[in-house]
């Protein structure tokens, strides 16, 4: 097993404007990604009432999970949408509902020159992503389900390749951002998405 290695990085954390995003998420959304260039957000990751969608960003917008296989992906509009992550190596967006059923936001970015760092170190965590059988579908989205329960979801890239229980190369990067204690031990303070990737034989060995 490999140990964790902690990485040198500057990051800080500051609040977001959400003026517009209950009327428009897609299009808010979409926005941010495209004007925001230098935080690298490209995939999408939200959790609704109904169930799970993805996206991704490519030149004419952002691209839902929703749009390209609706029966199994749900739309993603404010009424039942619970978190909503925008993200890529440099940095993540994430909105979620705060205890009074306001909307709240806050961006971890390692593009902040001149900035005061609120961490200084991290690591990245690999979480292998649901699915065992794949359907390639449009826009290099693929469909995939795992066991009899048919548990399902419309990922954001084109899956290809054996795909089984023992073979599972879809892979969801967490960076996780430690501190040290009053007492010197480094501790986890916040964590955020870093990518979505195909695990390669190089990258498991």
Not at 32 to 52: C, K
Not at 77 to 95: K, M
Not at 165 to 192: C, I, M, T, W
């Amino acid at each position: 097993m490999k140990m964790r290695q902690l990485i040198k990085t500057i990051a800080v954390s500051e609040e977001v404007d959400l003026a517009g995003f209950a009327d428009d998420p897609i299009g808010w959304l979409s926005r941010q990604m495209q004007t925001m260039p230098a935080h690298d957000q490209t995939y999408l990751l939200a959790h609704a009432d109904d169930g799970v969608i993805w996206g991704r960003l490519d030149q004419e917008g952002l691209i839902t999970s929703h749009e390209v296989a609706p029966e199994y992906s749900p739309p993603l509009c404010a009424g039942t949408l619970q978190t909503v992550r925008i993200f890529g190596p440099i940095s993540e967006l994430l909105i979620w509902r705060d205890e009074v059923d306001a909307w709240a936001g806050r961006l971890i970015s390692e593009n902040a020159p001149g900035a005061l760092p609120e961490w200084t170190q991290a690591f990245n965590e690999e979480q292998i992503v649901l699915g065992t059988k794949t359907e390639p579908l449009a826009q290099d989205f693929t469909l995939m389900s795992e066991g009899t329960q048919g548990l399902v979801h419309v990922v954001p890239l084109l899956v290809t390749g054996k795909v089984n229980e023992e073979h599972r190369p879809l892979r969801l990067v967490v960076r996780h951002y430690v501190k040290a204690d009053d007492y010197g031990f480094l501790q986890v303070n916040a964590s955020r998405l870093y990518c979505l990737r195909l695990q390669t034989k190089e990258s498991n060995s």
